[in-house]
Structure formats: structure tokens, C-alpha cells
């Protein structure tokens, strides 16, 4: 059973940084593109950012996110991460990381697979 498990929310003042991290375990054979969206009270869920698999390895953001995040992936150890500075209260929100996976038990599809949500609060 392939598991997302993120790690790294929390409260932080206007102005501050945090680092979200997700691990996938299981019997994982590979990963593509893998990402971090996020989903605010009344809102829907939004594509924060993306980052795609091993190569010619490319990343996109969300306008509202440019220049002050950075999505980064470790496929060593089948991690991605979300470095968040400048944060701003209208960055509040759960956020969840996301990846295509193939495992023992889908190959050869790719499953899309998400975290379990992690709080992000900006506040003073």
C-alpha cells in the first residue's frame, strides 16, 4: 500500500518560511511529475506547484507563488519538498503534496496518490 505522508506545517508570522516535506513508501516501482496543491476555507483546491520526474527536470508555480516558493524532489528517497518564504496570510490553507505512482499493485498505470493534508496558518 503506497502511503504520502507530508511533515512541516504549522503557524508562522507574516513574513516568515516554512518547509513542507511529503515521503511516499510502499512497494513504489516509479514516480513522475509529483506537486503540492493547497485548499484555503470556502476555496477550492489549487495547484501550488509541480515538479516533473527525473531528467530534464522542470517545475511550475502558481502565479500567486513565484519567486517566493520552491518545489525540490529527492527521488533517492522518494521525497518532495515546498520551501515557503515570504509567507502572506492569504497563504493559509491545507496543503497537500501529490505524485503519480507506480507500484507493485498498479503497474504499469500510474496512480495519482495525495498526502493527507497539512495546515499552514500565517498569522500574527
Known amino acids: 500500500q503506497v502511503r504520502m505522508v507530508e511533515s512541516g506545517g504549522g503557524l508562522v508570522q507574516p513574513g516568515g518560511s516554512l518547509r513542507l516535506s511529503c515521503a511516499a513508501s510502499g512497494n513504489i516501482f516509479s514516480i513522475n511529475a509529483m506537486g503540492w496543491y493547497r485548499q484555503a476555507p470556502g476555496k477550492e483546491r489549487e495547484l501550488v506547484a509541480a515538479?516533473?520526474?527525473?531528467?530534464?527536470?522542470?517545475?511550475n508555480y502558481a502565479d500567486s507563488v513565484k519567486g517566493r516558493f520552491t518545489i525540490s524532489r529527492d527521488n533517492a528517497k522518494n521525497m518532495v519538498y515546498l520551501k515557503m518564504n515570504s509567507l502572506k496570510p492569504e497563504d493559509t490553507a491545507v496543503y497537500y503534496c501529490?505524485?503519480?505512482?507506480?507500484?507493485?499493485?498498479?503497474?504499469?498505470?500510474?496512480?495519482?496518490?495525495w498526502g493527507q493534508g497539512n495546515l499552514v496558518t500565517v498569522s500574527s
Open positions: 501529490n505524485a503519480g505512482i507506480q507500484d507493485k499493485g498498479s503497474w504499469p498505470r500510474y496512480l495519482e496518490r
Open positions: 515538479i516533473t520526474s527525473s531528467g530534464s527536470t522542470s517545475t
